[in-house]
């Protein structure tokens, strides 16, 4: 991190250059903080709506970038007060549920999935979502603290700058974070490397099951301690014999109801889901974000919030003739 760049400073005269060179990787901190794609959007026009507005008193004693940093980390704390976190189904502190009535709570604000495509991050493993959802149960300023030390490598001093406070509070703040992310068995170290060809082939085989409603075939395509999860239901559901019982007897598609379309959420791989209508075509029904143990599936975020297909770009329809290319022989 640097702490003189007498470079830097050229680049607030061309402003909407500026936002298309940091607006990514500022969504990525920025969806880090809120958990929450629709707001880490809001929250970068404002951290840009604040540079512009400061720019003149830009005197260069950091970098441009650590300076954008330090206002979208700020802006970050100011959205978050008196908020409530947003967990997911697994974090509210119930125990798995069996299958039953599904509730759903549309009170809670859920987190939410990230497009690949739409931030830039040095080290993916700090975008996945278990990750995320980890941090959404710090305090906002430990969340803060984390974030800059752990994930952008900023020193203590440089974080208590920026938020206005001593590096004792800071350290002590990571202290305290570190020891609650701990508990949750999580960190940012738990990412996988690229998908391998077994677990290409997986994904393959995944989305044929759910053409053809293959129940055997997607319960073996599961790890037995296998966890499903599907905001805004509140249940969550663990055990590959109970995750078969809940799509078999709760997802309302039949066979050759069900086709996919593949994206990338949080580093991982996902898919659109859409349901066949009466009137034959299909419509989006929920978007999955898959956690792979080898070549298995060990868990599974569905949410239920249709507004992620257009943010995805993922197509708003499927003409249907659609059938997916992993599952053209099995018609």
Not at 63 to 86: G, M, Q
Not at 248 to 256: F, Y
Not at 257 to 273: C, E, Q, R, S
Not at 310 to 322: V, Y
Request: with cysteine; aromatic share 8%; charged share 25%.
């Amino acid at each position: 991190m640097t702490t003189t760049d007498t470079q830097s400073e050229p680049e607030l005269d061309d402003f909407q250059a500026l936002t298309e060179r940091y607006r990514r990787e500022l969504l990525a901190h920025c969806y880090r903080m809120s958990g929450s794609t629709h707001e880490a959007e809001d929250l970068v026009q404002e951290t840009f709506l604040r540079a512009w507005k400061s720019s003149r008193g830009f005197e260069g004693r950091s970098s441009v970038r650590t300076w954008l940093y330090r206002i979208a980390t700020n802006v970050c704390l100011t959205n978050l007060e008196n908020k409530p976190k947003r967990p997911l189904p697994s974090g509210l502190g119930t125990p798995d549920a069996t299958v039953g009535e599904l509730d759903p709570n549309s009170e809670i604000p859920w987190l939410e999935p990230v497009p690949d495509a739409a931030v830039v991050v040095a080290e993916r493993d700090s975008i996945r979502l278990a990750f995320v959802a980890a941090l959404q149960h710090l305090p906002a300023r430990q969340r803060a603290v984390l974030i800059l030390r752990d994930v952008l490598r900023w020193s203590a001093a440089e974080v208590a700058e920026a938020l206005d406070t001593t590096v004792a509070a800071v350290n002590s703040a990571l202290q305290r974070a570190h020891a609650q992310m701990g508990e949750r068995g999580l960190t940012d170290e738990t990412v996988e490397e690229d998908l391998n060809p077994a677990q290409k082939r997986l994904l393959e085989r995944y989305v044929a099951a759910f053409w053809r409603k293959d129940m055997t075939a997607i319960v073996e395509l599961l790890t037995t301690e296998a966890s499903w999860e599907m905001p805004p239901f509140t249940g969550w559901y663990v055990g590959a014999d109970v995750i078969g019982e809940l799509i078999g007897t709760k997802c309302p598609g039949g066979e050759n109801d069900m086709p996919m379309v593949a994206t990338t959420a949080n580093g991982a791989p996902a898919f659109g889901l859409y349901m066949r209508t009466p009137a034959g075509h299909f419509e989006p029904f929920h978007l999955q974000v898959l956690d792979l143990d080898g070549d298995r599936v060990r868990h599974v975020s569905a949410f239920f919030d249709q507004r992620l297909f257009e943010k995805f770009g993922l197509p708003a329809t499927l003409p249907a003739d659609h059938v997916p290319a992993a599952a053209a022989g099995t018609t």
